[in-house]
């Protein structure tokens, strides 16, 4: 499955900006931990971060840059501002699919996904917004989404607090919905976990009775005396006990 993910404004465009901070940046750092995370499971594009695709849809640029063609699903990232201005409640997540799309199960997972991580969940929408229109009119399914409210103090908080866990949760969500059934890839730390614990429960076994002999012989010359039968042998071992079968190490 292909999944073209667009960060929302930028060049030159900050979109909402409140406290420091501005959405362009944040919707492109997003984008970039949320392609890392579905890393092996689905095949992800991203739109040049250097351009604003909706610039791009004014001067007629998008389609060839974009080249929505290419993919089975468009997500389009961005964040909430209040025309209220801020009242320190929770806004949180929202999402939108045009007015003729028939497949609503990316903009629903992705929502219910971030409403598991505490956002409140104020549903897909419906709205024929610009990038996410001419996505549409190209026969793909689009979703824009709005992580949560950039000027709620409240919702970046809890943003900043758990954005390692929104970025996976987006990638799940997303590669759920595409029809992704394989298993999530492990991670290096994980596999030296397993790997360490398999190692230590395979030194913890006690010798067969068939070897007695064989390792009375072993411990009584000094060949190997360390007890861990179970364990696999490396290189460096192996030279270490034929040196002491040499007598060299004794």
Not at 16 to 42: F, H, I, K, P, Y
Not at 72 to 89: C, Q, R
Not at 92 to 120: I, K, N, Q, R, W
Request: with cysteine; aromatic share 8%.
């Amino acid at each position: 499955m292909n999944l073209l993910l667009i960060a929302g404004h930028g060049a030159g465009d900050p979109g909402a900006v409140w406290n420091g901070r501005r959405e362009a940046d944040e919707t492109r750092r997003l984008a970039a931990d949320v392609q890392q995370a579905l890393s092996g499971r689905c095949t992800v594009g991203r739109y040049p971060e250097a351009r604003n695709a909706y610039s791009d849809y004014q001067t007629g640029s998008l389609n060839q840059t974009a080249q929505f063609s290419q993919y089975d699903a468009v997500l389009e990232l961005h964040f909430n501002a209040s025309a209220a201005g801020t009242d320190g409640n929770l806004k949180g997540v929202e999402a939108y699919v045009t007015t003729t799309e028939t497949d609503t199960a990316l903009a629903s997972a992705v929502c219910s996904a971030l409403e598991s991580l505490g956002f409140p969940n104020r549903g897909v929408k419906r709205k024929n917004w610009a990038v996410i229109s001419a996505a549409r009119r190209q026969g793909v399914p689009a979703v824009l989404l709005e992580v949560c409210f950039l000027d709620d103090g409240d919702d970046m908080a809890l943003y900043d607090r758990r954005y390692n866990e929104v970025a996976a949760a987006l990638a799940d969500a997303a590669a759920n919905a595409l029809g992704w059934k394989g298993e999530k890839p492990m991670t290096y730390e994980e596999f030296v976990s397993m790997q360490e614990r398999y190692e230590q429960e395979r030194a913890a076994r006690l010798p067969g009775a068939w070897s007695a002999q064989a390792r009375t012989w072993c411990e009584t010359g000094g060949v190997l005396n360390d007890g861990r039968y179970g364990s696999h042998v490396t290189r460096e071992e192996l030279a270490q006990a034929l040196y002491n079968l040499a007598g060299k190490g004794r």
